[in-house]
């Protein structure tokens, strides 16, 4: 049987869930982000029996690719992003299995799925994604949690996710997959102490820059990244930097904003919805979890995302 993983290839969670169907089923892994998942769904070969998409936020315009894939292959969504009411309806009448929690990671949606057949250890990767994603409280994650030496596990799933900070390169991405997938230590990996200490050193520097650079607006505050640091790893720094509640970092390439939304711990707010909402009025996409967001749109709208955004943020209330 030949299986395909697309997975998102940006953090911990999607490599977790391509190492887990790749100890499964052997599968052939392919990464994919939000600018490249539509040229991944269009290079599945036709001979494949079954395609797991995990990890990615499938947007209603991708449709129309899933529908072309499921008259050849079984398709298998297991998600954590908000999805919408019509996405999962249309899929499940063209056969597509949809296994949508937005409770837990991916990759412990994964291993819960998937349990009886795996080795105890794959409990550790599905818990080095749940720390890394910020969803160690979900149902799974915390259960599997619980029975852990809790700061061994932590530290190593910080010392893979500040690695692939530093090293977004593909061969490192394969590289953590395949040691994953047998259960390796991530600081054993090839690299990956040296490319940790790399990108701490990287987020400090940036930590300095912050202050001069970064506007403030209301409770958030926005800078643009042009150096090798994600706009994801960016916001959060911002927000820690300055100690807001939301940070915003974008990149911009081929007249299009990449933008991502970090918030604090207790925000009230969904920057997924958010962004979403904003994102769409701009003529682009976006969505996202409670916490962490992210859209693309076009360049000459982002000062209006950035100023309907601070608006969604209501002056904070201490408590009343
Ligand atoms: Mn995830």
Not at 41 to 58: A, C, G, H
Not at 173 to 190: G, T
Not at 283 to 289: D, E, K, L, Q, V
Not at 293 to 307: D, H, R, S, V, W
Request: proline share 3%.
């Amino acid at each position: 049987m030949t299986v395909v993983s697309i997975t998102h290839g940006d953090d911990l969670d999607g490599l977790t869930c391509g190492a887990l169907l790749t100890k499964l089923f052997n599968a052939e892994v392919i990464l994919a982000n939000y600018d490249t998942i539509e040229d991944a769904l269009k290079s599945v070969p036709e001979s494949t029996d079954q395609l797991y998409i995990t990890d990615i936020n499938l947007r209603d315009a991708l449709i129309c690719h899933l529908n072309k894939i499921a008259e050849k292959t079984k398709i298998i969504i297991i998600d954590h992003h908000p999805m919408t009411q019509t996405f999962k309806v249309e899929m499940r009448e063209k056969g597509v299995e949809v296994m949508h929690d937005t409770r837990d990671c991916a990759s412990a949606l994964v291993y819960n799925i998937f349990r009886s057949r795996l080795e105890h250890d794959a409990a550790r990767i599905a818990a080095y994604a749940a720390i890394s994603d910020m969803f160690e409280d979900g149902p799974i994650a915390s259960i599997i949690l619980d029975h852990m030496d809790r700061k061994f596990v932590q530290h190593e799933a910080f010392i893979l996710t500040h690695a692939l900070g530093c090293e977004q390169s593909s061969e490192f991405k394969y590289q953590v997959i395949k040691d994953l997938s047998v259960y390796a230590y991530p600081h054993r990996i090839k690299n990956a102490n040296e490319l940790a200490y790399k990108q701490l050193e990287k987020i400090v520097k940036i930590k300095d820059i912050i202050p001069i650079k970064a506007i403030k607006l209301g409770r958030l505050a926005y800078m643009e990244c042009n150096d090798d640091l994600s706009t994801g790893e960016v916001a959060n720094i911002i927000m820690d930097t300055l100690g807001l509640d939301v940070g915003l970092c974008y990149k911009i390439s081929d007249g299009m904003a990449n933008i991502s939304l970090r918030g604090e711990r207790r925000l009230i707010e969904h920057l997924g919805e958010i962004a979403f909402k904003l994102a769409d009025n701009c003529g682009g996409f976006g969505g996202g979890h409670n916490r962490a967001a992210g859209a693309k749109i076009p360049e000459n709208t982002l000062k209006q995302f950035i100023q309907d955004l601070s608006e969604e943020l209501k002056p904070w209330v201490p408590f009343p």
